[in-house]
């Protein structure tokens, strides 16, 4: 039998990465002499990819950017993002516990993140947490992202599993959308960045600490 896939969501479902994004979001939009973003804006701009949240800091901001200036911005903000990490980011509490405790319990993980591969990869790695997952793939990795269940489907399969046999868990709309699409039973953490209140995103549970995150849980899903 194949071993089931539990697939993670990044930023606001694995590890609180608000602090370092704020940072380097804010030294990217000084370029431009606009008021900085604080943390109560974050819910707004993520979601999407570094691209994107930049091009809707800008706008929040009122100076909303032509496609041709995103470039680089883009390289300025990965260029400081790079240079202070991990910086402030830190799992959330009980992560590394339950991720040990899955993989004992012969749970294959994966992280499907709309963050760029380049990114998360690297993230995961200095936060001591890469050897945990069979996969991880980022916004660039596949020709779709989040809420495209392709997304999901592909990290699925790059991890060595089948989306027949999987549980995704994430913060956001982006998350529970491409799970609901794949036909993959979702679990919701209201810590995250969720710009939509969490019971309204239709996940199949919620869960409201990572020590709720046991194998017989997820067997309750993976039964449905």
Request: negative net charge; proline residues 7%.
């Amino acid at each position: 039998m194949i071993a089931p896939t539990i697939v993670f969501d990044l930023d606001g479902t694995l590890v609180d990465t608000a602090p370092d994004l704020v940072t380097s979001l804010n030294h990217t939009i000084a370029v431009a002499d606009l008021p900085p973003v604080g943390y109560e804006d974050l819910t707004h701009l993520v979601g999407q990819g570094a691209r994107a949240m930049i091009a809707r800091a800008f706008a929040l901001r009122g100076a909303p950017l032509a496609e041709e200036e995103l470039g680089p911005l883009l390289d300025r903000f990965i260029a400081h993002y790079m240079a202070g990490m991990p910086g402030e980011s830190r799992p959330y509490p009980g992560l590394v516990e339950a991720l040990g405790r899955l993989r004992e319990a012969g749970f294959r993980l994966a992280v499907c993140t709309n963050k760029m591969e380049s990114l998360a990869v690297p993230l995961i790695e200095k936060l001591g947490l890469a050897h945990h997952f069979s996969a991880i793939a980022g916004g660039d990795t596949f020709a779709v992202r989040k809420p495209d269940p392709g997304h999901i489907i592909a990290t699925i399969e790059r991890a060595g599993g089948d989306a027949r046999f999987a549980v995704m868990v994430g913060d956001s709309i982006n998350d529970i959308l491409a799970a609901r699409n794949a036909g993959i039973p979702s679990i919701v953490v209201p810590f995250g960045y969720s710009d939509v209140p969490i019971a309204e995103l239709g996940a199949d549970r919620q869960i409201d600490h990572f020590d709720e995150l046991t194998p017989a849980l997820l067997a309750e899903l993976l039964r449905k």
